[in-house]
């Protein structure tokens, strides 16, 4: 069997014709398979839906319960068959609930990554590395100077800020899923006990983290506090908000924005960024090559993201290798909930093959 007989791309997205689905289409399909909640991967509008529990709850909260015509929730390590294939999905260490897909068929077995980091985070389940013939990698960070080295030590650099300036208010943009989640257990790890603030538009996903039994400590909204009382504090909004008219509520606000793309500090500048802090929830160049070669794959499928160094890379160890050039992903949360909203409200859907503001790192 040739690898393009299990998995094809196609202007939806990655298509096993043998099996009846796609895995994180563009468009609207019969069934999908959805490696997690970002919204460049997870649509609303599929007849059916196959994910982790996580997965579906997330879609649930953004889209409303009839996202999708019907739904089925995945365990990790489950063996499923569908048509003439078997497909089991494992974690990928991106975000609450994220999985890779490997799907079987005749001694082949290809392996969609989704999106991906191999770094700690203590509110996801760790990565794990699947062996394979094929595996299609993002390549978000997919250059040499991309090395995000340890979110704690970035943590660490805003606490220290908060200390040094008692009297202003710390703003950190990060993404509504998974980062804004990730910032705060780490400075719970790192023994901050205040009660960190949330812009309304982080609510229900961080609430429906710590339902899931994360522990994230002392959350408190941000609208109707005073602005005195907010000096000294640590509030997480959405990253457009940083630069809103919203931010006039916190006295003399330090603006942070939690990303990889932070490492290029030509970004932190143009945005405005008092603090870059280099986090971020997808594999760093070092992470990519290191999980390429360990999965084992003699073919590897590269997407979204900085395809050329990667497949070049690939091709100087002997690996068959090809870009995808799938359409629609890598534009994830920037411009979700730019307002302030009630927890438990829910974005809106895009229209069909639309992308968020900017991409989430």
Not at 307 to 328: F, M, N
Not at 334 to 339: K, Q
Request: a negative charge; aromatic letters at 6%; one cysteine or more.
């Amino acid at each position: 069997m040739r690898p393009q007989d299990l998995l094809l791309p196609t202007p939806a997205g990655l298509c096993c014709k043998l099996g009846g689905f796609h895995i994180d289409p563009v468009r609207s399909v019969e069934r999908a398979l959805i490696t997690h909640g970002h919204s460049d991967h997870a649509r609303a509008g599929h007849g059916a839906v196959l994910a982790t529990q996580e997965t579906l709850d997330m879609m649930r909260l953004r889209y409303g319960e009839n996202f999708a015509g019907s739904t089925q929730a995945v365990a990790y390590g489950e063996d499923i068959r569908l048509g003439g294939v078997n497909v089991k999905f494992h974690p990928a260490g991106h975000v609450l609930g994220s999985a890779q897909i490997a799907v079987s068929c005749n001694g082949m077995r290809i392996v969609a990554s989704g999106d991906y980091k191999d770094a700690p985070d203590p509110t996801c389940a760790p990565f794990e590395l699947v062996p394979c013939d094929v595996f299609i990698t993002e390549a978000t960070f997919g250059l040499p100077v991309f090395r995000h080295g340890n979110a704690a030590d970035e943590v660490k650099k805003l606490l220290a800020s908060v200390a040094l300036f008692p009297e202003r208010a710390h703003l950190v943009g990060a993404y509504s899923l998974g980062k804004a989640q990730r910032v705060i257990a780490l400075l719970r790890e790192a023994g901050h006990d205040a009660p960190i603030y949330l812009h309304g538009a982080m609510e229900a996903i961080t609430y429906y983290y710590r339902s899931r039994g994360i522990p994230l400590g002392e959350l408190r909204p941000a609208r109707g506090v005073k602005k005195a009382e907010l000096a000294g504090t640590i509030t997480l909004a959405p990253p457009s908000a940083t630069s809103d008219i919203w931010t006039r509520r916190f006295p003399d606000p330090v603006t942070a924005f939690a990303s990889g793309w932070m490492r290029v500090r030509a970004r932190a500048r143009q945005g405005g960024i008092e603090l870059p802090l280099v986090i971020s929830d997808h594999a760093d160049w070092d992470g990519l090559t290191t999980t390429i070669a360990a999965t084992g794959a003699g073919e590897i499928w590269v997407t979204h993201g900085q395809e050329d160094a990667l497949v070049h890379w690939c091709r100087s160890k002997g690996l068959a290798a090809r870009p995808l050039d799938l359409v629609g992903y890598g534009d994830e949360d920037e411009g979700e909930g730019e307002g302030e909203t009630q927890p438990g409200s829910q974005a809106q859907p895009k229209p069909e093959g639309s992308q968020d503001a900017g991409s989430e790192a």
